[in-house]
């Protein structure tokens, strides 16, 4: 594999200098905008042009489908939305890094190393303009009134910290030049924005001082579970937990805020220099409760309060590439719709709507089972890709920052981006062409497995994740992992494992290797 990657490396490294200039003075094309639209939670399945069984509706990313690539086999490298995030923008694995392994709360610290390179050093080294707009998640280093550690009161529902204050360690520090972050999930305190490491609004309530607790008819789901008698949980899938939100701050408006603020970078990239390709970076805060429809969309879908937000996500898109046609932009720009994750969808729902947001694979988010890391993943680009494709190669979300190395003429520094493997050969026409042989997948619980062709190893029993059973103790003469073949058995159904010891062992050897050394 070292041996093939390194030679593939080289090849395009060579052959894709000719994009390394973004000077048109010179003759070389330019290089291409890009905007990657990330949504949260949302499952494979929720997007109608890639289930023929699907009960929401999405005809703007099912647009980008009919014109662009569809990746049938992408994969976000963890279950949850920490962990996927970081190895995205690094290029690594996130288990690789203690802090970065699991999802965090909204106060933690940074999880990216100081030294870390991500894709927003990356395109900036090239040239591009920079830009983080929404959910960040990755944390950022809070100043606190009494100078500790930031501490959050659970039931009063106040923090330590200082909001007046600048944080440090958030998108600014990792190569973006703008940023309008909220800091963590919506329904995680604190509830406010950040303007290039600044409070938008500094003037700081509790969520229960704007919304009611409860609403009259409020009746509790499975999802209470996961928030306290204090939070604000008003029906499934429409809650969030008590704390701190800036005064002016409406939960129900930050999906529209966060697309506003993203148009609105768009437009001033190309009033201002038309000339100099600029990088988007998009994480939309649902659909990831609370479930929070814009008026326009609610009531309009079969599948419930959750159908109804999944317009909106695809209205996002919608919004992103009307700004792009507007601005006469749209042809070489590259527009990427993808998600963190499998949505969180048990079977409860699956039986309630008659809808599988993890279509056709087994499990949900948080989980080692495919449903909760395969992910839609779309890329339009009108300029190079002029007809739609499906790829069914084994991509990983890691994968962008080598394939945006080859697509600027740059190479991966040492240390640097060890997961990430090109698909640039993919986007140029090469579909069929592999881009990795293996892929290690990363639960909520810390259950690992590999992949390797069609075969999938678990190292251990049960989902690792948030479906039932999550962990199960191997009996004195049962199996202690688990052995599929996906191409036979996209549901992992039927355990292997006693079948075929010897790949056990072969996969469970190679799954130690790259989690102790790296792919290479």
Not at 212 to 233: C, G, I, M, Q
Not at 369 to 393: F, M, T, Y
Request: charged share 20%; aromatic share 12%.
């Amino acid at each position: 594999m070292k041996l093939f990657r390194g030679a593939f490396s080289l090849f395009t490294g060579i052959a894709c200098l000719f994009f390394s200039n973004n000077s048109t003075a010179s003759g070389n094309p330019p290089l291409p905008n890009i905007v990657f639209i990330f949504a949260d939670d949302m499952g494979y399945g929720d997007v109608s042009g890639l289930n023929p069984l699907a009960r929401t509706q999405t005809p703007n990313i099912d647009n980008l489908i009919g014109k662009g690539i569809t990746f049938t086999e992408a994969h976000a490298s963890a279950s949850v939305c920490t962990p996927s995030r970081y190895g995205l923008l690094t290029g690594r694995y996130a288990f690789r890094t203690d802090a970065a392994a699991r999802g965090i709360w909204g106060f933690a610290k940074p999880v990216i190393e100081p030294e870390r390179e991500t894709l927003a050093s990356l395109l900036k080294n090239a040239g591009y303009t920079t830009a983080c707009i929404g959910k960040w998640h990755l944390g950022v280093g809070w100043q606190t009134k009494d100078g500790n550690e930031p501490v959050l009161d659970a039931e009063a529902g106040y923090s330590n910290v200082d909001f007046s204050k600048k944080v440090t360690g958030g998108p600014n520090d990792y190569g973006f030049d703008y940023s309008f972050i909220h800091p963590a999930s919506l329904d995680i305190p604190p509830y406010l924005f950040l303007r290039n490491h600044e409070a938008v609004d500094a003037d700081m309530i509790l969520t229960t001082d704007h919304y009611p607790a409860r609403l009259e008819n409020t009746e509790f789901a499975w999802d209470k579970k996961h928030s306290n008698d204090e939070a604000v949980y008003w029906e499934k899938g429409v809650w969030w937990r008590q704390g701190e939100m800036s005064r002016s701050f409406r939960v129900e408006n930050c999906h529209s805020e966060i697309v506003k603020e993203g148009v609105a970078f768009i437009e001033k990239q190309v009033n201002e220099n038309r000339e100099k390709p600029f990088f988007l970076y998009l994480p939309l805060t649902g659909p990831h409760t609370p479930w929070m429809p814009t008026e326009k969309f609610k009531g309009k879908s079969s599948v419930g309060v959750y159908g109804d937000f999944i317009f909106d996500i695809d209205d996002a898109v919608a919004q992103i590439k009307n700004a792009l046609v507007r601005n006469g932009i749209d042809e070489n720009t590259m527009l990427i719709f993808s998600s963190d994750n499998g949505g969180y969808w048990p079977q409860e729902e699956i039986e309630l709507f008659a809808h599988d947001s993890n279509q056709d694979r087994k499990g949900q988010k948080g989980d080692v089972w495919d449903g909760g890391h395969r992910v839609p993943l779309v890329i339009s680009w009108p300029e190079k890709i002029k007809a739609a494709k499906n790829c069914n190669q084994l991509v990983s979300l890691t994968d962008f920052f080598a394939t945006f190395c080859d697509l600027t003429g740059q190479q991966s520094k040492a240390g640097q981006a060890e997961d990430s493997f090109s698909f640039w050969h993919i986007l140029t026409g090469e579909t069929g062409k592999i881009v990795r042989e293996s892929m290690v997948h990363h639960s909520s619980g810390g259950y690992y497995a590999i992949r390797l062709g069609d075969l999938k190893y678990i190292d251990g029993l049960g989902s690792g994740g948030f479906s039932h059973p999550t962990k199960l103790t191997p009996g004195k003469k049962g199996p202690k992992g688990q052995l599929y073949n996906l191409k036979e058995d996209a549901l992992e159904s039927t355990n292997l494992f006693f079948q075929y010891p010897e790949k056990v062992t072969e996969l469970s050897a190679l799954l130690k290797e790259i989690i102790d050394n790296g792919h290479r």
